[in-house]
């Protein structure tokens, strides 16, 4: 499973350079340059990680953070800063972050942690379900759980994108008769056996609600 990472840094000759030597290693990155980019990307996208500037142009790396973890994003966090006294790396943390660099720094020390910390964990979890989006194996209550292939892709499209809207037409075009009643349907299977809070959200789509 490729790493999906946003990568907020308004410099943008290092934002470049990064963003090059983060794709050399087959990740996917998408770019920010201020929070409102972060924002409107993480409302849209789901990603594996978050690679942060503080000092950014809007609200600064810290708030944002604080913002995203207050809308239930649990999404890793790296900062990448200049800032390197005591204080600021303890706002980091208590922002949520999982990491802090310090620049200047060789790229290839941050792929190496985002490789040891991050790349290898792909069990999620929900409730009393573990879920491994790579092999796609589903345990509830410590007993596997099969799923046709339907509702297989179904659950896991709603869990990487657990307390976002997945639009409808995404979920449509995982049906093998696209239509609103099988898609009811079929969601309805899916509750039933994972005991999953889905959310309809009106004439946008579902979400996969996580308290």
Same mark, same amino acid.
């Given at each position: ?5 946003l990568l907020l840094e308004d410099d943008k000759n290092l934002h470049a350079s990064l963003k090059a030597y983060f794709e050399l290693e087959n ?12 924002? @409107? ?18 609200? @600064? ?8 973890? @207050? ?109 609103? @009643? ?30």
């Amino acid at each position: 499973m490729v790493m999906k990472i946003l990568l907020l840094e308004d410099d943008k000759n290092l934002h470049a350079s990064l963003k090059a030597y983060f794709e050399l290693e087959n990740f996917e990155v998408l770019s920010a340059f201020n929070s409102d980019d972060v924002y @409107n990307l993480s409302f849209e996208e789901s990603f594996d990680l978050y690679v942060f500037d503080v000092n950014v142009p809007g609200d @600064n790396g810290f708030e944002i953070l604080k913002s995203l973890k @207050n809308t239930k994003d649990n999404t890793p966090t790296i900062y990448i800063t200049a800032l390197t006294d005591i204080s600021s790396i303890g706002l980091g943390f208590d922002a949520g972050a999982d990491d802090y660099i310090k620049k200047p720094f060789d790229p290839e020390e941050l792929v190496l942690r985002i490789k040891n910390r991050y790349q290898k964990k792909s069990v999620g979890f929900y409730k009393d379900i573990s879920y491994d989006t790579n092999s796609k194996e589903i345990v509830k209550d410590g007993k596997p759980v099969l799923l046709g292939e339907v509702l297989s892709n179904l659950f896991h499209e709603l869990f990487i994108n657990k307390n976002k809207i997945v639009p409808t037409q995404v979920l449509y075009d995982l049906l093998e008769h696209p239509n609103s @009643n099988a898609l009811r349907v079929n969601l309805s299977k899916l509750k039933s056996k994972l005991n999953l809070d889905i959310k309809n959200i009106r004439n946008t789509g579902y979400m996969l609600e996580e308290s």
